[in-house]
């Protein structure tokens, strides 16, 4: 059964960094597209950043535009999101998620276009 795996979440104060991972076993990812998503309480999951399955093409919501780099590492079966200048809006429950095919680009980062979910990771920043 394919497993995608969080860590690197925690509290940090505003203006603060946090490095997120993603592992996937079970499951060659390289063929797909990969991204993050964010869910805080009373909000619906939304995406954050996505990066094509050979890293060449990467997209970002507005809101984390200039903060955020999400990159991957195909040999590790590894995901990662580089959070910069944290702000107390950021605070949510973060997912990495993957496609079950190579479709990707900005249009494509909601949720039904993703099949396969990592159990999350809270990220809280603190004012």
């Known amino acids: 059964q394919v497993q995608l795996r969080e860590s690197g979440g925690g509290s940090v104060q505003a203006g603060g960094s946090l490095r997120l991972s993603c592992t996937a076993s079970?499951?060659?990812?390289?063929?797909?597209?990969m991204a993050w998503f964010r869910q805080a309480p009373g909000k619906e999951r939304e995406g954050v950043a996505g990066?094509?399955?050979?890293?060449?093409?990467?997209f970002y919501a507005d809101s984390v535009k200039g903060r955020f780099t999400i990159s991957r590492d195909n040999a590790k079966n590894t995901l990662y999101l580089q959070m910069n200048s944290l702000k107390p809006e950021d605070t949510a429950m973060y997912y990495c998620?993957?496609?079950?095919?190579?479709?990707?680009?900005?249009?494509?980062?909601?949720?039904?276009?993703?099949?396969?979910w990592g159990q999350g990771t809270q990220v809280t920043v603190i004012s």
């Open positions: 079970r499951f060659t990812t390289s063929g797909n597209c």
């Open positions: 998620a993957a496609t079950a095919g190579p479709s990707c680009s900005a249009s494509y980062l909601v949720p039904s276009n993703f099949r396969y």
């Open positions: 990066i094509s399955p050979g890293g060449g093409m990467s």
